[in-house]
């Protein structure tokens, strides 16, 4: 097991090191070409998927995410920490954030900062009814605002690293997340929305890294009528995108077709050069796809904002 876990840090260091090495990038470009934007009364602009240093991946201070957020015109924000039960080989490494020493941090500075309201969230491991009630009286006494739902990990492996990859052909790698992500949206009955339907994407070794409906229109239906008929919905995260154009009209609107009336906006950022990253393409890809309302959160409530058609 240890040798697994050394293995597993080692990758994970590699992709934290490109990861650093490609945000600094975007962070030179920001500062050269940004044009911050000035906040109208009638603009907004929803970032609810924002990691911090109280998450085991993240190393930026919520108030410096925040700042970013300020200066891209965010008007709204939700911090979603990692709490994760779903992968017991990895626990050492991946404890669960410490919602309390975000909540600590933030003290003084919700509900409003610099005008942007922010709310406080997870992002739980989806995993099977074990490890879903873990997560659960984990962060119930935390009166969270907003949970996301996600998969990460199939049959062992967390997809983030290469091992999930080898002796798999595109398709039979996203078949087998899809697989999973309808397996376990059954044992999370308190999370809000299903949190990145591509995450397999993000470092998937293929030259066309794109999701599309054609992978699995069946799994893609079956994914959404299930959420659908639990009221669940679905989040437009932008952070696989990288600098490639952006994927998924076909997926959200077969989401919208089959009932599907309302998405989150998250730049799954980890941090402050890539907050906000892309969220106007993902509102004008769900304009496109029909689909009627963006989602806030307060107290695991939503509240729809309608989509100009």
């Given at each position: 097991m240890n040798g697994v876990v050394m293995i597993c840090q080692k990758?994970?260091?590699?992709?934290k090191k490109f990861?650093?090495?490609?945000?600094?990038?975007?962070e030179y470009i920001t500062k050269m070409c940004y044009n911050p934007i000035s906040k109208m009364e009638d603009e907004r602009m929803f970032d609810y998927h924002v990691h911090t240093n109280c998450s085991h991946d993240g190393s930026y201070a919520p108030v410096e995410q925040l700042e970013?957020?300020?200066?891209?015109?965010?008007?709204?924000?939700?911090?979603?920490?990692?709490?994760?039960?779903?992968?017991?080989?990895?626990?050492?490494?991946?404890?669960?954030?410490?919602?309390?020493?975000?909540?600590?941090?933030?003290?003084?500075?919700?509900?409003?900062?610099?005008?942007?309201?922010?709310?406080?969230?997870?992002e739980v491991g989806l995993g099977n009814l074990a490890s879903s009630a873990k997560a659960w009286e984990y962060i119930k006494p935390h009166d969270l605002d907003f949970i996301i739902g996600s998969v990460h990990v199939v049959k062992g492996f967390d997809v983030y690293f290469p091992e999930y990859f080898i002796g798999k052909t595109k398709q039979s790698a996203y078949i087998g997340y899809l697989e999973t992500i309808l397996n376990c949206i059954k044992h999370c009955d308190f999370m809000c929305v299903l949190g990145h339907y591509d995450f397999v994407t993000k470092y998937a070794p293929f030259s066309d890294r794109r999701m599309s409906l054609s992978i699995s229109k069946e799994l893609f239906e079956a994914i959404f009528k299930s959420l659908i008929e639990r009221g669940k919905g679905i989040e437009i995260n932008t952070s696989a995108w990288r600098d490639e154009p952006a994927w998924g009209n076909d997926v959200?609107?077969?989401?919208?077709?089959?009932?599907?009336?309302?998405?989150?906006?998250?730049?799954?950022?980890?941090?402050?050069?890539a907050v906000a990253r892309r969220l106007d393409e993902a509102e004008k890809m769900a304009v496109c796809a029909g689909i009627k309302y963006l989602a806030t959160y307060d107290a695991l409530v939503p509240?729809?904002?309608p989509i100009s058609q």
């Open positions: 990758h994970r260091n590699f992709h990861t650093d090495q490609w945000e600094n990038y975007i970013a957020a300020v200066r891209c015109g965010v008007t709204e924000l939700c911090f979603t920490d990692h709490v994760d039960f779903d992968n017991p080989a990895m626990a050492q490494l991946m404890p669960p954030a410490d919602l309390g020493k975000l909540k600590n941090k933030l003290e003084g500075i919700t509900p409003i900062y610099k005008g942007v309201r922010v709310k406080i969230g997870a959200l609107k077969m989401y919208a077709e089959l009932g599907g009336e309302f998405v989150t906006t998250g730049s799954d950022a980890h941090r402050p050069s509240k729809l904002h």
